[in-house]
């Protein structure tokens, strides 16, 4: 429950990063490459040199995962903050948020891990995660009515599928591939990946970088490389079980960003998203309970 925990307090940093970009009108995708190099001297700071070049093997199942995940990881970013240009942060934010059916799916009919230690309570809790995000992630409409077209749909499905695979894909790496020694390391080769695919991209497009996106960068990347290892951490304590890991996960980053968002953002919620606030109590409570009562 501790890395669960941590994991989701590291995720909920970087949301309230990423709301002060728009604040501080921080250009988001140099800053996203800046946090990438962040994430990497962090995790070196963190972990050492001596312990990465003891570990290191890039021939290794590991580390070649690790490069294609960090490929997704910023391809998914970009993604994510295109789509809350053209398409709003309501539909960005369920579409990710909705994608933890993916790796859900996985865990308990293709990869089966820890599958005898769900119960009906369980199930029920997974179930109503959905509800609960959906109704805590929906905004009024204010503008005309929206038609769900092909068009429309394409970006949300995109980051949909793309942030199920990041976290099926890390589930599984974690199981076969990640053992204690490599579970710090991992994730800095990860952001290395991706902060050299991000430094290729703005090379291209001529991206300029400022003061203020080296800031955003500095305060997006260190919790962003704690998020992974964390993530990791918590997966290994749950024998690997996604189906709980990744709703629970889910729900908490919710819970907490958006009580964070009423106190630091004057956010507003409807009488729906309080709804969806409660149900998530509910949801953590059903998909936890058997950790609770062992704590007791």
């Known amino acids: 429950m501790l890395y669960l925990l941590l994991t989701i307090l590291a ?3 970087i949301f309230m990063a990423f709301r002060s970009f728009s604040k501080f009108n921080i250009n988001t995708l140099p800053a996203i490459v800046v946090n990438y190099g962040v994430c990497v001297i962090t995790g070196t700071l963190y ?4 312990a990465i070049s003891s570990e290191f093997a ?3 199942s590991w580390f070649i995962s690790a490069i294609i995940l960090g490929l997704i990881f910023i391809s998914t970013f970009f993604l994510m903050a295109h789509t809350t240009q053209v398409r709003g942060v309501s539909v960005a934010t369920v579409a990710s948020k909705m994608s933890l059916a993916i790796p859900v799916v996985f865990s ?3 990869f089966k891990y820890a599958l005898n230690e769900l119960d009906t309570w369980n199930y029920i809790g997974i179930g109503l995660a959905f509800v609960s995000i959906w109704l805590v992630s929906r905004k009024a409409n204010k503008t005309a009515e929206v038609r769900l077209t092909f068009k429309f749909l394409l970006l949300p499905m995109s980051i949909f599928f793309l942030g199920g695979l990041i976290d099926t894909y890390l589930n599984y790496v974690n199981h076969h591939f990640i053992t204690e020694e490599i579970e710090s390391i991992y994730p800095i080769f990860v952001f290395a990946s991706a902060f050299v695919t991000g430094c290729i991209v703005c090379l291209v497009k001529g991206v300029k970088f400022g003061r203020k996106e080296l ?6 990347g260190v919790p962003n490389y704690f998020s992974i290892y964390f993530n990791l951490k918590a997966l290994s304590a749950f024998d690997n079980n996604g189906a709980i890991v990744y709703p629970a996960l889910n729900i908490g980053i919710i819970i907490c960003s958006t009580l964070l968002a009423i106190v630091l953002f004057k956010e507003k919620l409807s009488k729906l998203n309080y709804i969806g606030v409660l149900l998530a109590l509910v949801v953590i409570f059903l998909l936890s309970y058997q950790e ?3 704590a007791l």
């Not at 972990?47 to 001596?50: D, E, F, H, L, S």
């Not at 800031?215 to 997006?220: A, Q, R, V």
Request: with cysteine; glycine share 14%; proline share 5%.
């Open 215 to 220: 800031i955003g960068g500095l305060c997006l």
């Open 47 to 50: 972990v050492g040199t001596t």
């Open 11 to 13: 995720n909920v940093a």
């Open 108 to 110: 308990l009919f293709v």
């Open 58 to 60: 890039p021939n290794s």
């Open 292 to 294: 609770i009562l062992k």
